[in-house]
């Protein structure tokens, strides 16, 4: 029996001028990630890596923290969706980044407004009603993922394991996928998907299957502090 392990990137720079950037907990979640992974996994026989730079920051963190070198093969179907564009369709006004940061800075509770608007975003994409407002509906990035998860499983010989660092959006595509969950149901998984975390599939020639989802042990107990979800 074969794995593949979707990792989620460490924290990106929210609030940042270039969100796409691992933060300093993201660097660390990295490090502490790999150093897990090593006493996990005997070998890793394929690295795959989306093309976002939190992807390969990660990727190299870890994979320097298991003893290995910091290569892999970039495929950009596991890239996260464009989370601009659906903010931008919601919230015109906040097509521009930094119009988004100067309007939060302003509140005292930034995080929960954000937080609140960001949801009605991804429910207007996810309801279909106005595919033409986005560069890549949400019908349309389900079906990259299911793309880029069949290309992996199609490279795979029998018992092999396979990482592949990724974003929580892609993530949640594939549990959704094998576990037939409505969009709703899905999305709402997505909000507790913790950076850095492991979410584990298994495959034979019976099929492909969830086996653990979400894992953040690594940080639990002695890095509490490094548990963090945007």
């Known amino acids: 029996m074969g794995a593949i392990y979707l990792i989620r990137h460490g924290q990106a720079s929210f609030g940042a001028r270039d969100y796409d950037q691992l933060s300093a907990t993201g660097e660390q979640q990295a490090t502490v990630l790999g150093t897990s992974l090593r006493q996990r996994i005997a070998r890793a026989d394929r690295v795959l890596c989306g093309s976002m730079r939190r992807h390969r920051q990660t990727a190299e963190g870890a994979l320097r923290a298991m003893g290995l070198e910091p290569r892999w093969e970039e495929d950009a179907g596991w890239n996260e969706y464009d989370h601009v564009a659906v903010l931008a369709a919601h919230q015109p006004r906040w097509a521009d980044p930094s119009a988004m940061k100067a309007e939060l800075a302003a509140l005292p509770d930034a995080r929960a407004v954000f937080q609140r608007e ?45 990482l592949v660092f990724t974003s929580g959006g892609p993530i949640t595509a594939v549990v959704q996928q094998l576990l037939h969950l409505q969009d709703e149901k899905a999305f709402r998984l997505n909000w507790t998907l913790a950076n850095a975390a492991i979410t584990k599939l298994i495959y034979s020639e019976r099929g492909l299957h969830l086996s653990s989802l979400n894992d953040h042990a690594h940080f639990e107990g002695v890095h509490p502090d490094l548990i963090t979800y945007r």
Request: glycine letters at 6%; one cysteine or more; charged letters at 30%.
């Open 118 to 162: 960001f949801e009605k975003a991804i429910a207007r994409w996810i309801g279909g009603l106005h595919n033409d407002d986005y560069p890549e509906s949400w019908a349309g990035f389900c079906a990259r993922i299911e793309h880029a998860l069949l290309r992996l499983r199609e490279r795979l010989t029998r018992s092999q394991t396979a």
